[in-house]
């Protein structure tokens, strides 16, 4: 049986037939006339390789066509690339540049088809850099390491043309950086060291020359104008062209030399600085502003303090208008809380709606600029005007919109509105309980004598500082609501008693409002000599009230009762509404009688405060007593450090606490 052996290939003979191919696909690249390979053609060749490397030693030539692989791309380049890009400069060198890099590219990819045989076997086995990586690798060390400073150059030069406004070719610098990437093999490494590190310090270096022009010649919103269009365009550049790693370091050169070093100068431009934005309503520019201080570390923290300069600076200026106003007043209404103290109660809501709006707006509600706003509403709606607290400017002019009558003539929506913006006020005001005690009084006066407007509003604004300041601020108030609505309650039960048992009626029309002692303010009760009809009528509601509960007692509090009287004169017959009792009654300054029952309410509080404190801790030294008191109590007012310590020593003689035999300004807790 004969067997059929195959013919062996010497090197010589085998390479002179590759060569031939690898000609032809360097004419092909070179753009000389040459028919494309056909299927038969890469067969060919890639069989001639075959049968090279599986012979018989010593006629396995892998190893030598592994270096010949490598040869013809070192052939290639010096002979046909180096040349032809030697010869070019700047833009032209970058396009041949890039012809070049993609007909290696090609040439990689057909040569490494032809030599496939040797991927499989030969270097996998010996663990050699694969044909891609080698066919690249050359163009790397032979093409790239040559001309990389002379092509950094270049697109630098370009791209600082384009800054200038020249249009140029996009399309080109991506494809030359495209190149810095794909040569590092899936490593950034030469994009970085080679491009990019001169890429950053030419942008430092371009807008440092810039700033220091623009910063002598523009305002600051000019100067912001062109920052952020500066930013933008360089954006647009890693868009386009950069590799997309290059954008926040790119970014951060610019902002650093544009804003970060002349923050404050920018700032405090005198006719064009933040000052001025804000005092000239520039809301445009404040959130520019905001943009682009945002970008920077710690940018936004003095811009957010000029902010709150300002809004201090306005919030001062409406209450010295306002004593302006207020001592202009008659003497004997100096006390009184009018319309003037109205006006600027309405002009800082009004202020507070305009910078509410920056700060949602401008500063988009960053967390530095509400702060800035509570601290500088904290600081002038704390002041008093002529004698008035704003504790009780605020709760007058609650009582304005909510009475019958007053002088705010508003619509529902509008009433709930601005009661809304009250409730949001009343939350820079360290004095919350003297506010609650003043508006207790208020309430107090529209309830009893019918003077409230809306029964909706009322409870709406309890809601709204339920809300604002807990529950126990609101317990008394809701606590008077609910007496009048049991109250009328009681009174049809009273007509229905009186129907019942007619020989009760004291022939006089009667209604009677029942209090509950703990929710409404403090009032006097003065004995009076009755007419024998309204004694009557006194005993009648007694026996009808001891049928619903026989557990309380009835203080009748003549003060505040009215009584209808028909007086008959010979022309006609006019009815009077008088008091209760036509007597004259002690003069009740009511403001100081408001602030003597706020006090009162405070000690309690302190008092309950260190207490608590104390039961839980046991053992506590002075100082750290004192700052959890005023932790506990700063929702509602700021208790003063002299009234704590009087409190504690009033609890000490009272043997709710004594002092540490060792150390004096330690405290036990006596249970």
Not at 165 to 184: P, S, T, W
Not at 478 to 493: C, I, N, S, Y
Request: hydrophobic share 35%.
């Amino acid at each position: 049986m004969a067997t059929h052996e195959r013919k062996t290939i010497d090197l010589e003979q085998g390479w002179d037939f590759m060569q031939k191919g690898i000609t032809k696909l360097k004419n092909i690249l070179e753009g000389k006339p040459e028919p494309q390979f056909s299927s038969e053609d890469y067969m060919m060749l890639y069989t001639t390789i075959y049968n090279m490397c599986t012979q018989k030693p010593p006629h396995d030539y892998s190893q030598q066509l592994y270096e010949k692989y490598r040869e013809s791309f070192e052939e290639y380049i010096t002979s046909m690339v180096l040349p032809s890009l030697r010869e070019k400069h700047d833009e032209f060198m970058l396009r041949e540049l890039v012809k070049r890099w993609s007909n290696h590219k090609v040439m990689v990819r057909w040569l490494s088809r032809f030599f496939h045989y040797l991927d499989r076997y030969f270097i996998s086995r010996r663990s050699l850099p694969p044909l891609r990586e080698v066919g690249l690798s050359c163009f790397r060390d032979l093409v790239y390491q040559e001309i990389k400073g002379k092509v950094k150059s270049a697109v630098i030069s370009l791209i600082d043309r384009e800054r200038e406004g020249e249009q140029i070719d996009r399309a080109l610098l991506k494809n030359v950086l495209d190149i810095f990437v794909e040569i590092g093999l899936g490593s950034m490494e030469c994009y970085e060291n080679d491009f990019e590190d001169f890429l950053l310090k030419d942008t430092a270096d371009y807008y440092s020359i810039k700033a220091q022009t623009w910063i002598l010649e523009d305002s600051c919103p000019d100067y912001m104008l062109k920052a952020e269009e500066c930013l933008k365009r360089e954006k647009e550049r890693v868009a386009h062209y950069l590799h997309s790693s290059s954008e926040q370091k790119l970014l951060e050169k610019v902002q650093h030399e544009l804003l970060t070093q002349y923050a404050s100068q920018l700032l405090e431009k005198e006719h064009s600085g933040c000052h001025a934005l804000l005092r000239d309503d520039k809301v445009e520019d404040l959130s520019r502003m905001y943009r682009l201080f945002s970008r920077i570390t710690r940018g936004l923290e003095p811009v957010s303090q000029i902010f709150k300069q300002h809004v201090t600076n306005e919030g001062t200026a409406l209450v010295k208008q306002a004593e302006d106003a207020a001592s202009n007043k008659k003497p004997e209404k100096k006390d009184m809380v009018g319309l003037q103290e109205q006006i600027f109660v309405r002009k800082i809501i009004e202020l507070h709606d305009k910078y509410v709006a920056y700060v949602t707006d401008c500063f988009q509600g960053h967390t530095l600029f509400h702060k800035a706003l509570k601290e500088a509403f904290e600081v002038f709606c704390n002041k008093g005007v002529s004698g008035s607290s704003s504790a009780e400017l605020l709760a007058t002019f609650c009582d304005n919109i909510l009475k019958k009558g007053g002088s705010e003539k508003l619509s529902d929506e509008a009433i709930e509105d601005t009661l809304e913006k009250v409730v949001r006020l009343l939350a820079y005001i360290s004095d919350k309980d003297l506010f609650a005690e003043f508006y207790r009084k208020k309430l107090a006066r529209r309830l009893l004598f019918d003077k409230s407007a809306n029964d909706e509003h009322e409870r709406s604004i309890l809601t709204k500082l339920k809300q604002q300041c807990g529950g126990q601020f609101t317990s008394k108030m809701e606590g008077m609501v609910t007496d009048l609505t049991v109250a009328r309650d009681h009174q049809t039960k009273f007509e229905e008693f009186i129907s019942s048992h007619p020989e009760l009626n004291p022939g006089i029309d009667l209604a009677v409002t029942v209090l509950t002692t703990g929710f409404w303010p403090s009032y006097k009760s003065f004995d009076i000599n009755l007419p024998s009809e309204m004694v009557k009528c006194v005993e009648v509601f007694k026996e009808f009230y001891q049928t619903r509960t026989k557990h309380r007692k009835l203080t009748w509090i003549y003060s505040l009762g009215t009584c209808n009287i028909s007086a008959k004169f010979e022309a006609k017959t006019i009815e009077l509404i008088v008091t209760t009792y036509q007597v004259p009654l002690p003069p009740v300054d009511e403001k100081k009688k408001v602030v003597e029952d706020v006090d009162k309410d405070r000690r309690y509080a302190i008092d309950a405060s260190i207490v608590r404190i104390m039961k839980s801790r046991k053992v506590l030294g002075h100082q750290q007593l004192v700052l959890e008191c005023v932790e506990q109590l700063g929702r509602m007012f700021k208790p003063d450090f002299k009234a704590i310590k009087k409190r504690i020593e009033d609890l000490i003689t009272r043997d709710y606490l004594e002092r540490d035999k060792d150390n004096p300004n330690v405290y036990r807790y006596l249970a």
